[in-house]
């Protein structure tokens, strides 16, 4: 199993900005009216840690939530929600893409696919935090997950090799 000290810096950033990358590009897909998208934006941010409660016995994810990062990780938190959204899809397929490519040099194989699940569990979390359309949240379609949020989920496991 991966711990914080099989990865450098640079890596490591990687695996902690991955879930906020996807989680982001989910909740700029479609409008979710204000309310909608601050709880978007809230669960961008909570997700990871709240998703990580399914996968107890992964130690990367579990290093990862626990916030053993480099002070530089912590301080990206908030440049990752302040960048251009219009990148947000190509920061999150260029993110799995070399995520899939560095877990397939430093790990096993079931903790690979359970970091890559983790992921996309926090892509579907942050698309269930409202409905879409609507006014200001309100009033939206039927489903919590939109027809472009479904499909980029679908690109982005395909993405990560979990087809």
């Known amino acids: 199993m991966s711990s914080r000290w ?19 590009a989910i909740a700029t897909t479609t409008r979710s ?9 809230l669960t961008v941010a909570t997700g990871p840690a709240s998703v990580a ?16 990062n480099s002070p ?10 302040a960048r251009d959204i219009v ?3 190509d920061r999150a397929f260029d993110a ?9 040099r430093k790990t096993n194989a079931v903790e690979a696919g359970e970091y890559k ?9 942050v698309a269930r935090a409202a409905r879409e359309g609507g006014f200001l949240g309100i009033g939206g379609g039927d489903s919590a997950i939109s027809e472009d949020e479904r499909h980029l989920m679908e690109s982005l496991r395909r993405e990560m090799g979990l087809c």
């Open 6 to 24: 099989n990865y450098t810096t640079d890596e490591w950033e990687l695996l902690y900005l991955t879930p906020l990358y996807v989680g982001t």
């Open 33 to 41: 009216g204000v309310l909608g998208s601050l709880r978007e934006a």
């Open 53 to 68: 409660r399914e996968y107890p016995n992964n130690e990367l994810i579990q290093a990862l939530v626990a916030r053993e």
């Open 72 to 81: 530089r990780t912590r301080d990206l938190d908030a440049e990752t929600f």
């Open 87 to 89: 990148s947000a899809r």
């Open 96 to 104: 799995c893409h070399r995520i899939c490519e560095l877990l397939d």
């Open 117 to 125: 699940r983790w992921v996309l569990r926090v892509a579907e979390t």
